[in-house]
Every structure is written in C-alpha cells, then in structure tokens.
C-alpha cells in the first residue's frame, strides 16, 4: 500500500546564497588579495528569533589582532536585514537591505570604501614592518 | 604608567594636550571624540619633549592611543564598536591590558538604564572577555566614556560589566550567576561622586528636563580587575579640572564646553613597572 502525500507539492529548494555566505566569500577574497596577511572571519550569533553576523579583518601575524568592520542583523528568512558600518557609524544607524542584491551592493560600498581601504593599508604597513624587524 | 583619557569634544585644543600630558609624565593618552589628527596631535604634545609620544596603530574611529613607550610595547588586540584594546608591554613589570571605551551616547540612545547600552554594554564585556583570553591573562584596565553612571545597569550587571564599588567585593574574583562565573572588575569612580569628593562632582554636566536628572554625570570612568589592585591607590585617579594655569571650569564649577570640553579628562597611575 503506497503512503498517501498529504504535504501537497513542497515548495522547491531555492539556490540560495544566504547573508553568511555572502560574508564568507568576502572573508576568502581578502585573504587571496593579501595572501594571508589580512583574513576575513565571520561570528554568527543569535539574540531571540534575529541573527547578529559579524565581520572582522584579523591580522593573524599580529597576535590575531581583529578589527570589527561591519555587523548585519536578520531574521530567520534573512531579508529584509539590516548593515551596520561599525567602522564609521558607532553603532547607531544601519542601512536596510530587502533582497540579496541590494545587502550586495552595501557589501560592496563599504569593503571598497575609503574608510576600509585606510584600515587594510594600515594593517599591511603594520605587518609587513613588523616582518621586516623579525627578518 | 600613567594614563590619561580625555573626551575631547570634538575641540582642537593643542595647548590644553600638551600642557596637561607634559607636567603629568602622561605614559598612554587615550582621545575620544578628538577633533585634531594624529598629526596635530603628535605636534602638540611632542613639542620639546625629551620622550616623545607615537602614535601606535589607529584605527578605530572614536577612541584613539598615543604613548611614550617604544611603539613595539603596545600590540593591538582588538578594535570594536566604541572599544579598542591594546597589550603593553612596560619596560619594566608585567604586561596589563588597556582597553578604551566610549560608549553609544544616551542623547541617541533614550534615558538612563536603557536597554541598548546595557546591551551594547554586554557584547564590550564579551569582546574585554575574549581579548584576555587571546592575550593570556586578565591583567586589564577600561578606561573612557561609558555614557553611563556607576550606577547604571550597565556597568553593575553581572553579564555585562560587573563593576562593583569596593574592593573588599572585587577581590572575591567572581561570582556566580545563573550558573554562569562572572569576574568582577573594582570601580574606583564611585569614590569620587558627589560634593564630598575630592574633586568635582562629576565629569560631565547636563541639565535635563525629564522627571530624573543627576545634573552631573560620571560618564568617564576607571575599571580594573582584580589582579591590578595592588598596583592601585585611591589617591592614584583624579578628574583634572585644570590645565596648568587655565581652568576647565566655568565660574559655577561645571566643564566649560564653550572653550574646553563638556568632560573633565580623567588619569590614572598604577604601580605596574617594578623591577
């Protein structure tokens, strides 16, 4: 005797790539462009039914110095979220994304804006006088 | 080592840095809201000084380190959100770590006791927590602009700063909360509130009109763990409401904000370099 569906049609599987991963690939691309002097870590943290994903560039010949570059909030369907440029903003306004392409084009203005670079030219001068006093 | 925090206001006061980090042997300064460069900065304060200051690696946005030890003492650990932490390495003693703060202003963030400082209060406290774990010891010091009073909820709670105002308290280490082991940090502050202090009531005065206002604030504040206490006496943080021959006051004794700043800089020496 064949089981009865009584799910109906499920809905399908989207190709999604969530907010975390976005983030993850971000974290892999600094670490190629600096050929690992500067790695890209993201923390997921949960406070009730939203998620905190933070973002931070460590310096893994510093002692793992780590520098909070942003933070996104989201629900449990991931959009709208919100971004938090923790380097400039202090935390008090985020900017809302309601899909992925608008969390992607944030991404971009705040990983290639002058704040960000300042911060990565900055770390890379620190590191690599820091290897040249160890060489 | 002698550390020095001022919020600055925004102001350019090259004179007031310099006549105040000189005579004071400041070892670390520490600005926030700080309307001068590194650059002017160095200038002001290093103008015929014998031990000139550096500015060692900046890079958070509010709170800002300057020092009189050889660059290589002050490795930084961690910059977030209105928190920059740093390990220095004296020429002489054990290292200690000193984190900067300064903290979500309650003008944006609604009155006292709200609940987005005690939370952003909470996720300092982590970020303090996991730096002495990356660093290897709890040798820490927090100083700067809490944007909240001793008092508050988020400088007393047990999962956020868990200051207390004795010693006798903070030498227990820890305590035990909802199963979790909080340590406690000693909150020399609380000694100096009010008109039977030492020095001014406060650091920071504002005049509100909701049902509760302090008037003065002691925004600006000192936390040290337990196993700096013996490199600390009372006698050893002051609020400065002077510079040199220059008053920071105005005639009815709160920070003159039109010619200096609206916070009093606050210093701190602890007897850390022994040989």
Redesign the interface.
């Known amino acids: 005797m064949s089981i009865e569906n009584l799910w109906g049609e499920l809905p399908k599987i989207a190709h999604m790539r969530t907010p975390a991963i976005i983030l993850r690939e971000q974290a892999e691309s600094l670490k190629a462009q600096t050929k690992g002097l500067l790695v890209g870590d993201v923390k997921q943290t949960q406070g009730g039914p939203q998620f905190f994903l933070m973002f931070y560039i460590v310096a893994p010949t ?7 570059l942003l ?1 996104v909030e989201h629900g449990l369907g991931f959009y709208p979220l919100v971004v938090f440029h ?3 903003q ?3 306004k985020g900017v809302q994304c309601d899909d992925e392409e608008e969390f992607v084009l944030e991404l971009r203005r705040i990983l290639s804006s002058d ?1 960000t670079r300042d ?1 990565i030219q ?2 890379l001068t ?1 590191v690599l006088s820091d290897q040249r ?1 160890v060489g | 080592m002698q550390i020095l925090f001022w919020n600055m206001n925004n102001r350019k006061l090259p004179d007031q840095l310099s006549a105040l980090v000189c005579p004071l042997e400041i070892d670390i300064l520490i600005v926030a809201e700080c309307g001068m460069s590194d650059v002017e900065i160095l200038q002001s304060i290093n103008e015929g000084n014998a031990r000139p200051f550096t500015s060692p690696l900046n890079l958070g946005s509010t709170i800002r380190f300057f020092t009189r030890y050889v660059p290589e003492s002050v490795m930084p650990v961690w910059d977030d959100w209105g928190v920059s932490v740093r390990k220095i390495a004296p020429p002489l003693g054990e290292e200690c770590t000193v984190v900067g703060v300064h903290l979500p202003s309650k003008l944006y963030r609604g009155s006292r006791n709200n609940p987005d400082q005690l939370s952003h209060a909470r996720s300092v406290a982590e970020v303090i927590t996991e730096a002495e774990q990356r660093v290897g010891h709890d040798r820490t010091v927090v100083i700067g602009d809490f944007n909240m009073n001793p008092f508050e909820d988020g400088l007393v709670a047990a999962d956020a700063f868990h200051s207390v105002m004795d010693r006798q308290t903070a030498a227990e280490l820890t305590r035990t909360v909802d199963s979790k082991k909080r340590k406690y940090f000693f909150n020399p502050m609380w000694s100096l509130l009010g008109d039977a202090s030492p020095g001014p009531p406060g650091t920071y005065y504002y005049r509100g009109s909701g049902q509760i206002c302090y008037f003065w604030n002691t925004f600006d504040q000192v936390l040290l763990r337990p196993s700096l206490l013996d490199c600390f006496r009372s006698e050893d943080l002051e609020v400065i409401t002077s510079v040199g021959s220059q008053s920071l006051r105005k005639q009815n004794g709160r920070p003159n904000r039109n010619l200096y700043s609206d916070h009093f800089p606050i210093r701190l020496q602890l007897t850390i370099e022994r040989p």
Request: hydrophobic share 35%.
């Open positions: 510093l002692g793992g110095y780590r520098f909070h933070s923790v380097a400039v202090s935390g008090e704040t911060v900055k770390l620190h006093q």
